[in-house]
């Protein structure tokens, strides 16, 4: 069955940096999109970023308030999607989530807290 499980997470001050991680298994990953989804306290889910396969190049889209900031990559050695995340402001509190859509069903992890504090 699908198994999305996200790491990295953690209490991180502003400025700083993490790297989230969502080991993936289940389902063929090579040709997958695989999405990083965050929702903050009292907000709706939000998309944050989506990297296509590598047969289609691997193309990146970014919610406009991390382009610059946040990158998303993926190792297919590892079956294992990335979300590199520099100069964290507070709004990106959230728990982060991985997500895939496969045979017609939408996949999610137990998602991982990430918290920006001073």
């Known amino acids: 069955q699908v198994q999305l499980v996200e790491s990295g997470g953690g209490l991180v001050q502003p400025g700083g940096s993490l790297r989230l991680s969502c080991a993936a298994s289940?389902?063929?990953?090579?040709?997958?999109?695989m999405n990083w989804y965050r929702q903050a306290p009292g907000k709706e889910r939000e998309l944050v970023a989506k990297i296509s396969s590598v047969f289609l190049g691997t193309r990146t889209t970014y919610l406009d308030s991390v382009t610059g900031r946040f990158t998303i990559s993926r190792d297919e050695a590892k079956d294992t999607v990335y979300l590199q995340m520099n100069n964290l402001k507070f709004e990106d509190t959230a728990v982060y989530y991985c997500n895939v859509f496969n045979r017609g069903k939408d996949y999610w992890g137990k998602g991982t807290l990430v918290t920006v504090s001073s």
């Open positions: 289940g389902f063929t990953f090579a040709t997958a999109v």
